[in-house]
Protein backbone atom coordinates (compact mmCIF):
# COMPACT_ATOMS: atom_id res chain seq x y z
CA UNK A 1 0.00 0.00 0.00
CA UNK A 2 1.56 3.07 -0.68
CA UNK A 3 1.06 6.07 1.36
CA UNK A 4 0.20 9.07 -1.23
CA UNK A 5 -3.49 9.93 -2.47
CA UNK A 6 -5.11 9.89 -5.59
CA UNK A 7 -7.94 11.81 -6.54
CA UNK A 8 -10.37 10.82 -9.35
CA UNK A 9 -11.51 13.83 -11.97
CA UNK A 10 -14.37 13.66 -14.42
CA UNK A 11 -14.66 17.14 -14.01
CA UNK A 12 -13.38 20.15 -12.88
CA UNK A 13 -15.67 20.89 -10.15
CA UNK A 14 -13.80 21.50 -6.35
CA UNK A 15 -10.65 19.69 -8.29
CA UNK A 16 -8.42 22.02 -6.15
CA UNK A 17 -9.52 21.56 -2.82
CA UNK A 18 -9.61 17.84 -3.45
CA UNK A 19 -6.11 18.04 -4.41
CA UNK A 20 -5.43 20.07 -0.89
CA UNK A 21 -7.36 17.02 0.88
CA UNK A 22 -5.26 14.02 -0.41
CA UNK A 23 -2.18 16.74 0.25
CA UNK A 24 -2.89 15.95 4.13
CA UNK A 25 -0.89 12.82 3.51
CA UNK A 26 2.46 14.35 2.83
CA UNK A 27 2.91 14.63 -0.65
CA UNK A 28 0.37 16.14 -3.70
CA UNK A 29 -1.82 13.43 -4.68
CA UNK A 30 -1.86 11.53 -8.05
CA UNK A 31 -5.24 13.01 -9.97
CA UNK A 32 -6.48 10.49 -12.55
CA UNK A 33 -8.16 12.55 -14.91
CA UNK A 34 -10.87 10.57 -17.22
CA UNK A 35 -11.46 13.97 -19.50
CA UNK A 36 -10.44 16.54 -21.97
CA UNK A 37 -7.04 17.62 -22.11
CA UNK A 38 -8.38 21.26 -20.45
CA UNK A 39 -9.08 19.15 -17.49
CA UNK A 40 -6.20 17.66 -17.39
CA UNK A 41 -4.62 20.30 -17.64
CA UNK A 42 -7.20 21.82 -14.17
CA UNK A 43 -5.38 19.21 -12.47
CA UNK A 44 -1.94 20.01 -13.30
CA UNK A 45 -2.93 23.97 -12.35
CA UNK A 46 -4.43 22.21 -9.16
CA UNK A 47 -1.04 21.00 -7.88
CA UNK A 48 -1.64 17.32 -8.31
CA UNK A 49 1.73 15.78 -7.81
CA UNK A 50 1.09 13.56 -11.00
CA UNK A 51 -1.83 13.68 -13.61
CA UNK A 52 -2.67 10.00 -14.97
CA UNK A 53 -5.32 11.25 -18.54
CA UNK A 54 -7.16 9.04 -20.09
CA UNK A 55 -8.98 10.95 -22.82
CA UNK A 56 -12.51 9.29 -23.57
CA UNK A 57 -13.58 9.05 -27.49
CA UNK A 58 -16.07 10.94 -28.65
CA UNK A 59 -19.48 10.17 -27.62
CA UNK A 60 -18.25 7.98 -24.88
CA UNK A 61 -19.13 8.83 -20.99
CA UNK A 62 -16.04 8.66 -19.07
CA UNK A 63 -17.33 5.35 -16.48
CA UNK A 64 -17.00 3.53 -19.93
CA UNK A 65 -12.95 3.72 -18.90
CA UNK A 66 -13.68 2.13 -15.70
CA UNK A 67 -11.35 -1.16 -16.10
CA UNK A 68 -8.41 1.09 -17.19
CA UNK A 69 -8.79 3.47 -14.00
CA UNK A 70 -9.20 0.44 -11.90
CA UNK A 71 -6.42 -1.15 -13.14
CA UNK A 72 -4.26 2.19 -12.54
CA UNK A 73 -5.09 2.62 -9.15
CA UNK A 74 -4.77 -1.00 -8.24
CA UNK A 75 -1.19 -1.24 -9.76
CA UNK A 76 -0.58 2.32 -8.13
CA UNK A 77 -2.38 0.64 -4.33
CA UNK A 78 -2.84 4.17 -2.66
CA UNK A 79 -4.04 4.69 0.77
CA UNK A 80 -6.73 7.23 0.38
CA UNK A 81 -8.96 7.79 -2.63
CA UNK A 82 -10.87 10.93 -3.19
CA UNK A 83 -13.60 12.11 -5.56
CA UNK A 84 -16.36 15.18 -5.93
CA UNK A 85 -19.64 13.70 -5.42
CA UNK A 86 -20.32 13.78 -9.62
CA UNK A 87 -22.07 10.49 -10.84
CA UNK A 88 -18.77 9.63 -12.97
CA UNK A 89 -16.21 10.36 -10.70
CA UNK A 90 -18.17 8.83 -7.80
CA UNK A 91 -18.46 5.66 -10.26
CA UNK A 92 -14.89 5.25 -11.04
CA UNK A 93 -14.11 5.85 -7.39
CA UNK A 94 -16.51 2.90 -6.27
CA UNK A 95 -15.41 0.38 -8.99
CA UNK A 96 -11.50 1.13 -7.38
CA UNK A 97 -12.32 1.03 -3.83
CA UNK A 98 -14.07 -2.38 -4.64
CA UNK A 99 -10.49 -3.48 -6.20
CA UNK A 100 -8.85 -2.16 -3.39
CA UNK A 101 -10.70 -3.33 -0.55
CA UNK A 102 -11.61 -0.08 0.73
CA UNK A 103 -14.03 1.57 3.33
CA UNK A 104 -16.03 4.11 1.39
CA UNK A 105 -17.25 7.23 3.11
CA UNK A 106 -19.08 9.89 2.30
CA UNK A 107 -19.64 14.24 2.29
CA UNK A 108 -15.99 13.92 3.12
CA UNK A 109 -14.62 17.57 4.50
CA UNK A 110 -10.94 16.94 6.15
CA UNK A 111 -8.33 14.31 5.95
CA UNK A 112 -5.54 13.78 8.90
CA UNK A 113 -2.72 11.06 9.07
CA UNK A 114 -1.88 10.34 12.69
CA UNK A 115 1.21 7.44 12.42
CA UNK A 116 -0.37 4.75 10.59
CA UNK A 117 -4.28 5.93 11.20
CA UNK A 118 -5.81 7.69 8.35
CA UNK A 119 -8.48 9.54 9.47
CA UNK A 120 -11.51 11.42 8.05
CA UNK A 121 -14.15 14.38 8.88
CA UNK A 122 -17.39 13.26 7.23
CA UNK A 123 -20.41 15.76 7.50
CA UNK A 124 -23.37 13.50 8.89
CA UNK A 125 -27.30 14.49 9.03
CA UNK A 126 -27.10 17.18 6.01
CA UNK A 127 -24.39 19.11 8.29
CA UNK A 128 -25.57 19.26 11.58
CA UNK A 129 -23.22 17.18 13.03
CA UNK A 130 -19.66 16.16 11.68
CA UNK A 131 -18.33 12.69 12.27
CA UNK A 132 -14.43 11.21 12.40
CA UNK A 133 -13.77 8.28 11.26
CA UNK A 134 -10.71 5.84 11.81
CA UNK A 135 -9.25 3.57 10.06
CA UNK A 136 -5.79 1.91 9.40
CA UNK A 137 -6.64 0.19 5.88
CA UNK A 138 -7.31 1.92 2.65
CA UNK A 139 -10.12 4.58 2.70
CA UNK A 140 -12.24 5.40 -0.43
CA UNK A 141 -13.84 9.12 0.48
CA UNK A 142 -16.62 11.00 -1.85
CA UNK A 143 -16.12 14.71 -0.62
CA UNK A 144 -17.92 17.87 -0.05
CA UNK A 145 -15.78 19.89 -1.75
CA UNK A 146 -15.34 23.45 -2.15
CA UNK A 147 -14.86 26.30 -4.81
CA UNK A 148 -10.81 27.33 -4.10
CA UNK A 149 -8.35 29.21 -6.75
CA UNK A 150 -5.50 27.27 -7.90
CA UNK A 151 -2.68 27.52 -5.98
CA UNK A 152 -0.34 29.09 -8.69
CA UNK A 153 2.59 26.61 -7.97
CA UNK A 154 1.58 24.04 -11.24
CA UNK A 155 2.45 20.10 -10.30
CA UNK A 156 3.94 17.67 -13.48
CA UNK A 157 2.50 17.52 -17.02
CA UNK A 158 -0.11 15.20 -17.68
CA UNK A 159 0.77 11.78 -18.29
CA UNK A 160 -1.15 10.11 -20.83
CA UNK A 161 -2.22 6.34 -19.40
CA UNK A 162 -3.47 3.25 -20.95
CA UNK A 163 -7.02 3.73 -21.87
CA UNK A 164 -8.31 0.19 -22.81
CA UNK A 165 -10.87 -1.08 -24.85
CA UNK A 166 -13.59 0.97 -23.41
CA UNK A 167 -16.94 -0.65 -22.13
CA UNK A 168 -20.10 -1.03 -23.09
CA UNK A 169 -21.60 2.42 -22.62
CA UNK A 170 -22.70 5.30 -25.44
CA UNK A 171 -23.67 9.31 -25.23
CA UNK A 172 -27.30 9.18 -27.18
CA UNK A 173 -27.57 12.75 -27.27
CA UNK A 174 -26.44 15.92 -24.99
CA UNK A 175 -28.84 18.69 -24.21
CA UNK A 176 -28.73 22.32 -22.65
CA UNK A 177 -30.65 22.02 -19.38
CA UNK A 178 -33.41 24.12 -19.57
CA UNK A 179 -32.44 27.55 -18.88
CA UNK A 180 -32.41 28.52 -15.06
CA UNK A 181 -34.44 31.88 -15.88
CA UNK A 182 -31.07 33.33 -15.53
CA UNK A 183 -30.87 31.86 -12.05
CA UNK A 184 -27.54 29.96 -12.57
CA UNK A 185 -25.94 33.19 -13.61
CA UNK A 186 -27.79 36.17 -11.10
CA UNK A 187 -25.73 37.48 -8.46
CA UNK A 188 -28.47 37.83 -5.97
CA UNK A 189 -30.87 35.00 -5.72
CA UNK A 190 -34.40 35.27 -3.30
CA UNK A 191 -35.43 31.50 -3.30
CA UNK A 192 -38.76 30.41 -1.79
CA UNK A 193 -40.43 27.80 -0.06
CA UNK A 194 -43.45 26.28 1.19
CA UNK A 195 -43.43 29.16 3.92
CA UNK A 196 -45.14 31.20 1.22
CA UNK A 197 -48.78 30.01 1.79
CA UNK A 198 -50.83 31.10 -1.88
CA UNK A 199 -49.51 31.16 -5.19
CA UNK A 200 -50.47 34.81 -5.39
CA UNK A 201 -48.22 35.76 -2.33
CA UNK A 202 -45.02 35.16 -5.11
CA UNK A 203 -46.04 38.83 -6.17
CA UNK A 204 -44.30 39.91 -2.65
CA UNK A 205 -41.16 37.66 -3.59
CA UNK A 206 -40.97 39.15 -6.60
CA UNK A 207 -41.21 42.21 -5.36
CA UNK A 208 -38.55 41.86 -2.97
CA UNK A 209 -36.20 40.53 -5.60
CA UNK A 210 -36.71 43.45 -8.05
CA UNK A 211 -36.04 45.89 -5.41
CA UNK A 212 -32.72 43.50 -4.64
CA UNK A 213 -31.98 43.39 -8.27
CA UNK A 214 -32.36 39.33 -7.64
CA UNK A 215 -33.66 36.85 -9.24
CA UNK A 216 -36.21 34.08 -8.29
CA UNK A 217 -36.30 30.67 -7.24
CA UNK A 218 -38.16 27.77 -5.59
CA UNK A 219 -37.50 24.49 -3.67
CA UNK A 220 -38.53 21.31 -5.16
CA UNK A 221 -41.84 21.05 -3.60
CA UNK A 222 -43.22 24.45 -4.67
CA UNK A 223 -42.27 23.05 -8.09
CA UNK A 224 -43.31 19.90 -8.15
CA UNK A 225 -46.40 19.71 -5.68
CA UNK A 226 -47.55 23.28 -6.17
CA UNK A 227 -46.65 24.01 -10.06
CA UNK A 228 -45.65 27.71 -9.40
CA UNK A 229 -43.02 27.47 -11.19
CA UNK A 230 -40.99 25.23 -13.88
CA UNK A 231 -37.64 25.07 -12.14
CA UNK A 232 -36.23 24.74 -8.54
CA UNK A 233 -33.12 25.10 -6.32
CA UNK A 234 -31.41 21.83 -5.37
CA UNK A 235 -29.73 18.43 -5.74
CA UNK A 236 -31.97 16.94 -8.74
CA UNK A 237 -32.86 20.65 -10.16
CA UNK A 238 -30.93 23.92 -10.53
CA UNK A 239 -27.32 24.51 -8.73
CA UNK A 240 -26.33 28.20 -8.13
CA UNK A 241 -23.65 29.71 -6.99
CA UNK A 242 -24.82 33.36 -6.17
CA UNK A 243 -22.78 36.13 -4.07
CA UNK A 244 -26.24 36.79 -1.95
CA UNK A 245 -29.21 34.31 -1.38
CA UNK A 246 -31.96 34.97 0.29
CA UNK A 247 -34.43 32.21 1.77
CA UNK A 248 -37.88 32.99 1.89
CA UNK A 249 -40.30 30.45 3.84
CA UNK A 250 -37.48 27.47 3.39
CA UNK A 251 -37.00 24.72 5.71
CA UNK A 252 -33.45 23.63 3.88
CA UNK A 253 -33.47 19.80 3.11
CA UNK A 254 -30.30 18.58 2.55
CA UNK A 255 -31.72 18.50 -1.17
CA UNK A 256 -32.18 21.86 -1.29
CA UNK A 257 -29.33 23.26 0.39
CA UNK A 258 -26.98 21.07 -2.35
CA UNK A 259 -28.22 23.33 -4.76
CA UNK A 260 -26.91 26.22 -2.67
CA UNK A 261 -23.41 25.16 -1.69
CA UNK A 262 -21.72 27.75 -3.96
CA UNK A 263 -23.72 30.47 -2.45
CA UNK A 264 -21.71 33.39 -0.55
CA UNK A 265 -23.75 34.85 1.58
CA UNK A 266 -27.13 33.46 2.48
CA UNK A 267 -29.54 34.97 4.67
CA UNK A 268 -32.74 33.12 5.77
CA UNK A 269 -35.83 34.27 6.86
CA UNK A 270 -37.91 31.24 8.67
CA UNK A 271 -40.61 31.10 11.79
CA UNK A 272 -39.36 27.47 12.66
CA UNK A 273 -36.33 28.00 15.13
CA UNK A 274 -35.11 25.10 14.16
CA UNK A 275 -34.88 24.90 10.53
CA UNK A 276 -32.03 23.35 9.28
CA UNK A 277 -31.62 26.16 6.93
CA UNK A 278 -30.52 27.96 9.66
CA UNK A 279 -27.30 25.88 9.53
CA UNK A 280 -26.30 26.95 6.03
CA UNK A 281 -27.15 30.56 6.70
CA UNK A 282 -24.59 33.29 7.60
CA UNK A 283 -27.49 35.67 9.03
CA UNK A 284 -31.13 34.42 10.21
CA UNK A 285 -34.17 35.85 11.06
CA UNK A 286 -36.47 33.43 13.23
CA UNK A 287 -40.23 35.21 12.10
CA UNK A 288 -43.00 35.12 10.29
CA UNK A 289 -42.33 36.03 6.60
CA UNK A 290 -45.31 38.04 6.10
CA UNK A 291 -44.66 40.57 8.80
CA UNK A 292 -40.61 40.90 7.91
CA UNK A 293 -41.32 41.00 3.97
CA UNK A 294 -42.75 44.64 3.38
CA UNK A 295 -40.57 45.67 6.51
CA UNK A 296 -37.35 44.33 4.00
CA UNK A 297 -38.45 46.51 0.75
CA UNK A 298 -38.68 49.52 3.40
CA UNK A 299 -35.25 48.96 4.44
CA UNK A 300 -34.15 48.53 0.96
CA UNK A 301 -35.41 51.82 -0.16
CA UNK A 302 -33.16 53.40 2.28
CA UNK B 1 -35.20 -8.33 -17.75
CA UNK B 2 -35.12 -8.95 -14.32
CA UNK B 3 -34.89 -6.00 -12.51
CA UNK B 4 -34.07 -5.84 -8.77
CA UNK B 5 -35.16 -2.95 -6.69
CA UNK B 6 -33.49 -1.90 -3.60
CA UNK B 7 -34.94 0.66 -1.39
CA UNK B 8 -35.43 1.44 2.64
CA UNK B 9 -31.96 0.34 3.37
CA UNK B 10 -30.80 3.60 4.94
CA UNK B 11 -31.63 4.75 8.87
CA UNK B 12 -34.09 7.75 9.15
CA UNK B 13 -32.65 10.80 9.18
CA UNK B 14 -35.29 12.12 10.72
CA UNK B 15 -35.36 9.88 14.07
CA UNK B 16 -31.62 11.30 14.88
CA UNK B 17 -31.65 13.69 17.37
CA UNK B 18 -28.45 15.67 17.97
CA UNK B 19 -27.95 15.72 22.04
CA UNK B 20 -25.56 18.88 23.04
CA UNK B 21 -21.89 18.52 22.14
CA UNK B 22 -22.84 17.06 18.90
CA UNK B 23 -23.85 13.33 20.47
CA UNK B 24 -26.56 11.64 18.20
CA UNK B 25 -29.27 9.96 19.40
CA UNK B 26 -30.68 7.36 17.12
CA UNK B 27 -33.58 6.40 19.49
CA UNK B 28 -34.66 3.42 17.54
CA UNK B 29 -34.82 4.39 14.19
CA UNK B 30 -35.95 1.96 11.43
CA UNK B 31 -34.78 1.37 7.87
CA UNK B 32 -37.71 4.03 5.97
CA UNK B 33 -37.57 4.80 2.02
CA UNK B 34 -35.15 7.31 1.06
CA UNK B 35 -36.08 10.60 -1.14
CA UNK B 36 -35.64 8.57 -4.19
CA UNK B 37 -36.77 5.50 -2.97
CA UNK B 38 -39.90 5.80 -5.15
CA UNK B 39 -38.42 6.81 -7.89
CA UNK B 40 -36.42 3.70 -7.91
CA UNK B 41 -39.44 1.59 -7.92
CA UNK B 42 -41.00 3.64 -10.78
CA UNK B 43 -37.64 3.47 -12.66
CA UNK B 44 -37.39 -0.29 -11.67
CA UNK B 45 -40.97 -0.89 -12.63
CA UNK B 46 -40.40 0.32 -16.15
CA UNK B 47 -37.27 -1.46 -17.15
CA UNK B 48 -39.19 -4.78 -15.60
CA UNK B 49 -42.46 -4.67 -18.17
CA UNK B 50 -42.97 -8.16 -19.53
CA UNK B 51 -40.11 -9.48 -17.11
CA UNK B 52 -39.69 -9.53 -13.43
CA UNK B 53 -39.34 -6.88 -10.65
CA UNK B 54 -37.96 -8.20 -7.47
CA UNK B 55 -37.23 -5.73 -4.34
CA UNK B 56 -35.05 -5.80 -2.14
CA UNK B 57 -34.63 -4.32 1.64
CA UNK B 58 -32.39 -4.36 4.33
CA UNK B 59 -32.82 -4.71 8.16
CA UNK B 60 -36.09 -3.64 9.48
CA UNK B 61 -37.50 -2.29 6.40
CA UNK B 62 -41.25 -2.87 5.37
CA UNK B 63 -41.52 -4.68 2.09
CA UNK B 64 -45.32 -3.93 1.97
CA UNK B 65 -44.03 -0.22 0.80
CA UNK B 66 -42.94 -1.81 -2.21
CA UNK B 67 -45.39 -4.99 -2.92
CA UNK B 68 -47.56 -2.51 -2.99
CA UNK B 69 -45.92 -0.42 -5.41
CA UNK B 70 -45.94 -3.43 -8.19
CA UNK B 71 -43.13 -5.53 -6.39
CA UNK B 72 -44.03 -9.09 -7.33
CA UNK B 73 -41.54 -11.05 -5.41
CA UNK B 74 -39.93 -9.58 -2.15
CA UNK B 75 -36.74 -10.04 -0.14
CA UNK B 76 -35.50 -8.61 2.87
CA UNK B 77 -31.89 -9.51 4.83
CA UNK B 78 -33.30 -8.92 8.36
CA UNK B 79 -30.11 -8.92 10.33
CA UNK B 80 -28.28 -6.41 8.15
CA UNK B 81 -27.48 -3.34 10.16
CA UNK B 82 -27.12 0.27 9.28
CA UNK B 83 -23.32 0.78 8.65
CA UNK B 84 -21.52 3.93 8.05
CA UNK B 85 -19.26 2.08 5.79
CA UNK B 86 -20.38 2.70 2.01
CA UNK B 87 -18.82 -0.31 0.70
CA UNK B 88 -19.84 -2.72 3.69
CA UNK B 89 -23.62 -2.08 3.08
CA UNK B 90 -22.95 -2.41 -0.11
CA UNK B 91 -21.44 -5.58 0.04
CA UNK B 92 -24.67 -6.92 1.99
CA UNK B 93 -26.49 -5.57 -1.25
CA UNK B 94 -24.54 -7.77 -3.39
CA UNK B 95 -24.72 -10.55 -2.07
CA UNK B 96 -28.11 -9.97 -1.64
CA UNK B 97 -28.35 -9.74 -5.35
CA UNK B 98 -26.46 -12.46 -6.13
CA UNK B 99 -28.41 -14.76 -3.70
CA UNK B 100 -31.91 -13.86 -5.82
CA UNK B 101 -29.41 -14.62 -9.15
CA UNK B 102 -30.64 -13.78 -12.55
CA UNK B 103 -30.82 -9.62 -12.28
CA UNK B 104 -30.03 -7.94 -15.26
CA UNK B 105 -30.24 -4.39 -13.64
CA UNK B 106 -30.08 -3.23 -9.84
CA UNK B 107 -32.06 -0.71 -9.30
CA UNK B 108 -30.81 1.73 -5.80
CA UNK B 109 -31.61 5.10 -4.91
CA UNK B 110 -28.53 7.73 -5.84
CA UNK B 111 -28.88 8.63 -1.93
CA UNK B 112 -27.61 11.85 -0.39
CA UNK B 113 -27.06 11.11 1.96
CA UNK B 114 -25.15 7.65 1.39
CA UNK B 115 -24.02 8.58 -1.97
CA UNK B 116 -21.15 6.09 -1.77
CA UNK B 117 -23.57 2.72 -1.79
CA UNK B 118 -24.36 2.63 -5.52
CA UNK B 119 -21.16 3.18 -6.84
CA UNK B 120 -19.68 0.97 -4.02
CA UNK B 121 -22.92 -1.66 -5.37
CA UNK B 122 -21.52 -1.63 -8.60
CA UNK B 123 -17.71 -1.98 -7.67
CA UNK B 124 -18.25 -4.71 -5.54
CA UNK B 125 -20.40 -7.09 -8.19
CA UNK B 126 -18.07 -5.62 -11.49
CA UNK B 127 -20.99 -4.29 -13.21
CA UNK B 128 -21.28 -1.13 -14.73
CA UNK B 129 -23.10 2.02 -13.41
CA UNK B 130 -24.85 4.95 -14.62
CA UNK B 131 -25.27 7.20 -11.68
CA UNK B 132 -27.72 9.56 -10.65
CA UNK B 133 -30.21 9.18 -13.49
CA UNK B 134 -34.06 10.61 -13.42
CA UNK B 135 -35.76 7.77 -16.04
CA UNK B 136 -34.22 4.74 -18.11
CA UNK B 137 -36.02 2.45 -20.71
CA UNK B 138 -35.04 -0.69 -21.63
CA UNK B 139 -34.48 -2.40 -25.03
CA UNK B 140 -32.90 -5.79 -25.58
CA UNK B 141 -29.98 -5.94 -23.82
CA UNK B 142 -29.26 -2.38 -23.91
CA UNK B 143 -30.36 0.66 -21.00
CA UNK B 144 -30.85 3.65 -22.09
CA UNK B 145 -30.89 6.30 -19.00
CA UNK B 146 -31.65 10.09 -18.83
CA UNK B 147 -29.49 12.04 -16.43
CA UNK B 148 -28.46 16.13 -15.27
CA UNK B 149 -24.51 16.27 -16.24
CA UNK B 150 -23.42 19.89 -14.85
CA UNK B 151 -25.96 22.21 -17.21
CA UNK B 152 -26.45 19.54 -19.63
CA UNK B 153 -29.26 16.53 -20.10
CA UNK B 154 -27.04 13.76 -21.26
CA UNK B 155 -28.98 10.37 -23.08
CA UNK B 156 -26.28 7.28 -22.35
CA UNK B 157 -26.91 3.83 -22.63
CA UNK B 158 -25.06 1.03 -21.13
CA UNK B 159 -25.54 -2.63 -21.48
CA UNK B 160 -26.96 -5.35 -19.09
CA UNK B 161 -25.86 -6.08 -16.70
CA UNK B 162 -25.81 -3.00 -15.04
CA UNK B 163 -26.49 -0.79 -11.82
CA UNK B 164 -28.65 2.22 -12.28
CA UNK B 165 -28.61 5.12 -9.16
CA UNK B 166 -31.94 7.35 -9.39
CA UNK B 167 -32.32 10.72 -8.18
CA UNK B 168 -35.97 12.07 -7.53
CA UNK B 169 -36.93 14.87 -9.33
CA UNK B 170 -39.90 15.02 -7.23
CA UNK B 171 -42.21 13.92 -4.50
CA UNK B 172 -44.67 11.01 -5.26
CA UNK B 173 -47.09 11.61 -7.34
CA UNK B 174 -49.68 8.93 -6.12
CA UNK B 175 -48.77 7.01 -3.67
CA UNK B 176 -50.37 3.40 -2.84
CA UNK B 177 -53.97 3.55 -0.90
CA UNK B 178 -55.00 2.11 1.83
CA UNK B 179 -56.57 -1.50 0.12
CA UNK B 180 -53.01 -1.54 -1.80
CA UNK B 181 -51.12 -1.49 1.15
CA UNK B 182 -53.44 -3.79 3.30
CA UNK B 183 -53.26 -6.68 0.04
CA UNK B 184 -49.77 -5.90 0.09
CA UNK B 185 -49.40 -6.65 3.86
CA UNK B 186 -50.97 -10.24 2.93
CA UNK B 187 -47.86 -11.07 0.27
CA UNK B 188 -44.76 -13.44 1.34
CA UNK B 189 -41.70 -11.96 1.96
CA UNK B 190 -38.72 -14.05 2.07
CA UNK B 191 -35.83 -13.52 4.22
CA UNK B 192 -32.44 -14.19 4.13
CA UNK B 193 -29.75 -13.92 7.22
CA UNK B 194 -26.44 -12.51 6.63
CA UNK B 195 -24.87 -16.37 7.47
CA UNK B 196 -26.74 -17.87 4.46
CA UNK B 197 -25.74 -14.72 2.48
CA UNK B 198 -21.98 -15.59 4.00
CA UNK B 199 -21.63 -11.87 4.53
CA UNK B 200 -19.89 -10.84 8.00
CA UNK B 201 -20.56 -7.04 7.31
CA UNK B 202 -17.32 -5.68 9.23
CA UNK B 203 -16.79 -2.11 8.26
CA UNK B 204 -13.69 -0.64 7.31
CA UNK B 205 -13.64 2.30 9.06
CA UNK B 206 -14.26 3.05 12.81
CA UNK B 207 -16.68 6.00 14.30
CA UNK B 208 -14.72 8.81 16.50
CA UNK B 209 -17.96 9.57 17.49
CA UNK B 210 -19.73 13.27 16.10
CA UNK B 211 -19.21 16.52 17.07
CA UNK B 212 -20.90 19.98 16.01
CA UNK B 213 -19.62 21.56 13.01
CA UNK B 214 -16.78 24.00 13.57
CA UNK B 215 -19.32 26.68 12.34
CA UNK B 216 -22.32 26.79 14.31
CA UNK B 217 -24.90 28.41 12.03
CA UNK B 218 -26.29 31.50 11.27
CA UNK B 219 -25.72 34.86 13.53
CA UNK B 220 -29.02 35.32 14.55
CA UNK B 221 -30.62 38.95 14.19
CA UNK B 222 -33.52 39.84 17.19
CA UNK B 223 -35.55 42.60 17.62
CA UNK B 224 -39.24 43.75 16.02
CA UNK B 225 -39.76 42.58 12.16
CA UNK B 226 -38.56 46.57 11.50
CA UNK B 227 -35.66 46.50 13.42
CA UNK B 228 -34.36 43.24 11.52
CA UNK B 229 -35.09 44.01 8.00
CA UNK B 230 -32.83 47.44 8.74
CA UNK B 231 -29.77 45.17 10.32
CA UNK B 232 -30.13 42.35 7.49
CA UNK B 233 -29.86 44.99 4.84
CA UNK B 234 -27.48 46.85 6.77
CA UNK B 235 -25.02 43.73 7.55
CA UNK B 236 -25.62 42.59 3.84
CA UNK B 237 -24.11 45.93 2.62
CA UNK B 238 -21.51 45.66 4.51
CA UNK B 239 -20.79 42.56 3.40
CA UNK B 240 -20.85 43.99 -0.39
CA UNK B 241 -23.81 41.65 -1.24
CA UNK B 242 -26.46 43.44 -1.84
Redesign the interface.
Known sequence: MSAAAWVIAT?E?YLVSLVEAGAALGSPPTVLVVGSPELAQAAVDAGAGQVAWIEPAAGT?A??Y?AAAVSLVSQAGPRLLLSS????A??L???????L???????AIKVELGGDTL??HC?????????????T????A?CQGYDAPPPGTAGASPEPAQAGEP???????????PGGGGL?EAE?VVGFGRGVKVRADMALIEELAQA?DAAVGCT??V???YKWMSQYIG???LSIAP??YLAVGIQGS??HT?GIRDA?????INSDPEAPI??????????DLY??L???L???K? | MKVVALYKWARDPEAANVRAGGVVDWGNAKMVAGDDDHAVLEVAKALAEGGELVGLTLGDGDAAWALARGVEVAYSVPDAPFLADNAATAAIMAAAVKHIGGADVVVVGDAEQHPGVPAALAGLLGWPALLGVTSATAEGERLTAVRRVGDTIQTVWVDAPAVLSVAATGEEAKPPGMMQMLQARKKPVTQVSLAELGVDPKEGVASRGTRLPDVTGAKMLEGSPAQVAADLVAALRSDGVL
Open positions: DKPEATSAAARTLGAAAAAGAAVVTAVVNRLGGSVVEAFESGPVAVGAFGIVEEQPATRMMPADDRSGKLPQEKVVAAFRRATYGIVAEVPELTALN
